[in-house]
């Protein structure tokens, strides 16, 4: 497959390359500068342009089998991550490539909550996180609401970190993953083998899902 990553040089889009050069996929890594280029794998085509930037969005995916979106702003520039579903939604509508975007957990049902939102649970968003949280669950909405482009949402679990590529996790679809000691994570080596196992193998077309332990 052609693909393209926005967001390749962050803790997501790094593993999600490496893990598709391992599958054999042809990929190409879109860069804000060029000030880490020099990172990849020589078998990777990176370019410049911006996720949040309509045309840039309809000039990376032009010809690609899938965008992969895996975009984080900065603290207090939260509300980026909107206006980057918003630019990839629009140029993907024009050239009708399929978007694997990576999310947030905001949206995901506590269980046995009586439906409360992760958003809403002050012991796993703390006021520092609850803008970042707020922007998912809006980044979230949009993709709902859009009906022209072939979307698929991954929310993680409460916790995601380096750690070990194993290839063993369970998959839901909106409410948050625990273990039975109550624990929400995984790891970023795993959260991209999920990615990539969507990527090949279309389980969740216009639909949210999300992996844990």
């Known amino acids: 497959m052609k693909i393209t990553v926005f ?5 997501v889009g790094n593993r999600v390359i490496t893990e598709a050069l391992l599958r054999g996929h042809e990929i190409t890594a879109v860069l804000r500068n060029n000030a880490r280029a020099n990172e990849f794998d020589s078998s990777v085509k990176v370019v410049i342009g911006h996720a949040d930037n309509v045309d840039d969005v309809v000039k990376w995916s032009d010809g690609q089998d899938l965008i992969i979106s895996a975009t984080r702003p900065p603290q207090g520039l939260e509300s980026q991550l909107v206006d980057t579903a918003k630019a990839l939604l629009s140029g993907l509508a024009q050239t009708k490539v399929r978007l694997l975007l990576v999310g947030g957990a905001a949206s995901l049902t506590v269980p046995n909550s009586n439906g409360m939102l992760v958003v809403d649970d002050t ?7 609850r803008d970042i949280a707020l922007a998912c669950l ?4 949009l993709c709902q609401e859009n009906e022209s482009v072939d979307w698929s949402y991954i929310s993680p679990p409460a916790v995601i970190v380096p750690g070990e590529r194993t290839g063993i996790f369970r998959t839901g679809s909106d409410e948050l993953l625990v273990d039975e000691q109550g ?3 995984i790891s970023l080596e795993d959260f991209a083998i999920a990615l990539l196992d969507e990527a090949e193998v279309v389980k969740h077309k216009r639909k949210r899902f999300t992996v844990a332990y």
Do not use: R, Y
Not at 7 to 11: E, H, R
Not at 123 to 129: K, N, Q, R, Y
Not at 138 to 141: E, G, I, P, R, S
């Open 7 to 11: 967001g390749a040089t962050g803790n």
């Open 183 to 185: 624990q929400s994570t």
């Open 138 to 141: 809006a980044q979230h909405k």
């Open 123 to 129: 012991d796993l968003v703390p006021t520092a996180w």
